[in-house]
């Protein structure tokens, strides 16, 4: 695919070179708080998860990109779709950006181009998230993206909010978390 450019960022699938960098955001606690599994706790967990959406990107036409900054040319994070699993059938919006690079709006301009490759020059229909209810910067980006709110559910043990959005009709549902 050919890269994704918005205004300060460029989303490009990720390549084995870019395994030390995405690291550097991948083994954060912080950066990793509410990821199902924690911080990466090798390189080789990075590498793994790198290959995975090097095939992914192969198989389905999108995957997890790198998020790399204009200004600098550095991986600040990662941002991109992926089948959700955990028995959720759909595909989801995924994103996490390094420390250093929170509260600019990076995570909405990255979350913003991929709804918009995905509904389309992919042609998906719908996409769904799930975030924690303390995941507030999350959650903002992802209602700046256009999703709504649809259920809690218990996803691997863990009480989630599922939120969506369409390609036919946009926010389209209450963006009250209850
Ligand atoms: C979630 C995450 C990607 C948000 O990234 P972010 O770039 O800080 O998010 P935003 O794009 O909303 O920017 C945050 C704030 O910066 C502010 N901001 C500063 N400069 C801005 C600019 N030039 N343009 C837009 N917003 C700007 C916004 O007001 C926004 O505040 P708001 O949330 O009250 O609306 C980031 O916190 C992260 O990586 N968290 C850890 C991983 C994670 O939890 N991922 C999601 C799992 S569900």
């Not at 989303?11 to 991948?26: E, I, M």
């Not at 259920?151 to 959005?165: K, M, N, P, Q, S």
Request: charged share 25%.
């Amino acid at each position: 695919m050919q890269p994704l450019k918005t205004d300060r960022l460029t989303l490009r699938p990720f390549t084995l070179d870019d395994v030390t960098a995405a690291f550097g955001f991948f083994g954060d606690r912080e950066v990793m708080r509410f990821s199902l599994n924690g911080p990466h706790a090798s390189r080789k967990t990075t590498e793994d998860f790198i290959t995975a959406n090097i095939n992914r990107q192969a198989r389905l036409g999108f995957s997890i990109w790198a998020v790399i900054e204009a200004a600098t040319g550095d991986i600040i994070g990662m941002c991109g779709l992926a089948e959700f699993g955990h028995g959720v059938p759909g595909i989801e919006l995924a994103y996490r950006l390094r420390r250093d690079r929170w509260g600019r709006g990076y995570g909405t301009e990255a979350g913003q181009a991929a709804v918009a490759h995905a509904f389309g020059p992919r042609g998906l229909d719908r996409l769904i998230a799930a975030v924690e209810r303390e995941n507030t910067p999350s959650i903002h980006v992802l209602e700046k993206c256009g999703f709504g709110f649809v259920e809690e559910r218990t996803i691997a043990g863990r009480d989630a909010l599922v939120y969506e959005t369409l390609s036919s009709t946009g926010p389209h549902r209450s963006t009250s978390t209850g």
